[in-house]
């Protein structure tokens, strides 16, 4: 069996209800649960919350709320691994055999149905634990620089200050929207970023982390342009 299974813990500090507050008229989980459906590999579609008003609308939306999240795993410092791990138990326990499980972040506005299917394509053709989107940084990062309440700089890798940027290795980083991985790996609490997962690229004009208001405000503009 393959499973969606969808984060969406109620107690968002930096913006409210961030889960559910409307992203160009809809629920921001909305997209998560539509882009599941859409890509037609799931067997069941869960969202794993604390919240019973996210519960409520996660369901009218076609997703599943078969247990309510405890609350020693919906605090702002429980990583996702202990939760899609929660929720793969509790689904066992309920008489559910589950091969490969998709974590979808419910703030991922950007998230297509093609990826999901791509990434899973990877996870088999590469045999590994975990696939997931990466994009590349668009400054390299070897000429990053750190600074400090005065202004003053340092590189933190000032062997590069020389290097052409055209001679510097490609960066990438996670893009945060969808994470695949087999039911052993979840339950064993294996690392994502290691040897053990495959990645797939998305251009960077699909990526916008939604951490700040600013990050909603920037992502709003990038989908009216996306889908104008």
């Avoid at 690229?201 to 889908?227: F, G, S």
Wanted: charged residues 25%; glycine residues 4%.
């Amino acid at each position: 069996m393959k499973i969606a299974i969808i984060p969406a813990r109620g107690g968002s500090k930096r913006i409210p209800r961030k889960n559910i507050k409307l992203f160009q008229g809809k629920p921001m989980i909305a997209y998560s649960i539509e882009a599941a459906k859409e890509c037609g590999l799931f067997d069941k579609i869960i969202v794993s919350t604390d919240d019973e008003e996210i519960a409520e609308i996660a369901r009218s939306y076609g997703a599943e709320v078969p247990f309510i999240r405890p609350k020693e795993l919906s605090d702002d410092h429980t990583a996702t691994i202990p939760v899609i791990a929660h929720a793969i138990q509790t689904l066992q326990e309920q008489g559910d055999s589950i091969d490969t499980v998709c974590c979808i972040y419910a703030t991922a506005p950007f998230i297509r149905s093609e990826d999901i299917v791509s990434a899973y394509n990877a996870l088999l053709t590469h045999n590994k634990q975990y696939a997931f989107p990466v994009t590349s940084f668009p400054f390299p990062i070897f000429r990053g620089v750190k600074r400090d309440e005065e202004g003053n700089v340092q590189m933190f890798f000032p062997e590069h200050f020389s290097t052409r940027s055209q001679d510097l290795e490609e960066a990438y980083h996670d893009v945060g929207q969808f994470y695949w991985g087999t039911s052993e790996a979840w339950l064993e609490g294996n690392p994502i970023f290691s040897e053990a997962a495959t990645t797939i690229i998305l251009p960077r004009h699909l990526v916008q982390d939604i951490d700040t208001l600013e990050d909603w405000e920037r992502a709003e503009l990038m989908y009216k342009v996306l889908h104008s």
